[in-house]
């Protein structure tokens, strides 16, 4: 992708005006019909028969959310990206988003360019379309937001709320890779030599797993996306459902790469089960539906693992490889 404006396009915020930024940038984003071009001031979109409307929304601040020096193209790709997931926890199909964009000033159009442009690669993998929103400036950090709107079969959708005494507790993919990229951007250089390509990518670039969601649609019984750190999100369809959940630390899935760190340096499995910014699905189903959960992730091209059991109670207890309860300084991220 190049990088440098072309002579014809001005390089400074002080040469674009809002709509003419909308309309260069955004707009080629609104390919649903309902979008409008951006031309209104609201969209609309049809909710077909027989289904629920879902809807999400997150923010992303700069300095908070990713570091001041990150690629425009990963923060566009994870803004979206992040609030997809949410919509994958409720088996909900993506129908379009809308964008509240706060420029801080002295923003660039390459920036700008390269921002929509990761928007737009993560919407076209995943089937969905900006419908609208709004872009002001700000002399504060450089704020963007998202609404995501989604749709279930009615009566399908998945909650945190219904996890039972019995359940099998299961993962998608793997965990902690974003957490040991963030560790290293922090300065923090690990032991063991590993190729960080993987975990840069996962932390930039997260993928939603919509397709497993709405696959565990009448399977799975309770469901949650990992943003805030494993420990914590199951703590969270544990406080809904009312029930405690036993997790297994040996049974955590990791990545390669984590694999090397933690054998060289233990207690990284610690701060793993505790970090945020995985995005991949935690859910629980009944034990006697095992092999169907295994099924639909083979049908989906998406890896779980079976980590844990729900039972009575309230909260997480981790379990390590040798039976010993493990309690954690804090169970995951919180802004407060």
Not at 31 to 37: D, E, N
Not at 195 to 224: K, W
Not at 278 to 294: G, W
Request: net charge negative; proline share 5%.
């Amino acid at each position: 992708m190049n990088d440098r404006p072309s002579p014809s396009e001005p390089s400074t915020s002080a040469e674009l005006g809002e709509f003419d930024l909308i309309h260069r940038y955004f707009a080629p984003l609104a390919t649903a019909p309902g979008a409008l071009g951006l031309l209104d001031d609201c969209a609309m979109f049809d909710l077909p028969d027989g289904h629920s409307g879902v809807v999400t929304t997150d923010a992303m601040v700069a300095g908070v959310h990713f570091f001041l020096d990150d690629a425009a193209y990963g923060i566009g790709w994870k803004l979206l990206a992040v609030n997809l997931s949410d919509l994958a926890a409720m088996g909900a199909v993506p129908i379009g988003y809308t964008l509240d964009l706060a420029l801080q000033t002295g923003w660039t159009q390459q920036w700008v360019r390269e921002f929509a442009a990761g928007l737009g690669g993560c919407q076209t993998k995943y089937g969905t379309s900006l419908l609208g929103g709004d872009t002001v400036s700000t002399s504060g950090p450089m704020t963007a937001a998202i609404t995501a709107f989604g749709a279930v079969p009615k009566g399908t959708a998945l909650h945190r709320g219904g996890a039972r005494v019995g359940d099998s507790v299961w993962v998608s993919g793997t965990i902690g890779d974003a957490a040991m990229a963030v560790r290293m951007r922090k300065g923090w250089t690990p032991k063991s030599a590993v190729d960080t390509t993987f975990l840069d990518q996962r932390l930039d670039l997260p993928e939603p797993r919509l397709a497993l969601g709405q696959a565990l649609r009448g399977l799975a019984s309770a469901a949650a996306d990992v943003s805030d750190g494993l420990a914590a999100d199951l703590g969270h369809i544990c406080a809904a459902s009312h029930v405690a959940a036993e997790l297994l630390l040996g049974a955590v899935p990791l990545a390669i790469s984590v694999q090397t760190m933690v054998r060289a340096e233990p207690d990284l499995a610690r701060e793993i089960v505790a970090g945020g910014d995985d995005y991949e699905l935690v859910f629980t189903a009944p034990a006697a539906a095992d092999s169907a959960v295994r099924e639909v992730a083979r049908l989906t091209g998406t890896a779980v693992t079976r980590i844990g059991r729900i039972a009575a109670g309230e909260g997480v207890r981790i379990v390590d490889p040798h039976g010993r309860e493990i309690v954690l300084d804090r169970l995951g991220f919180a802004h407060f």
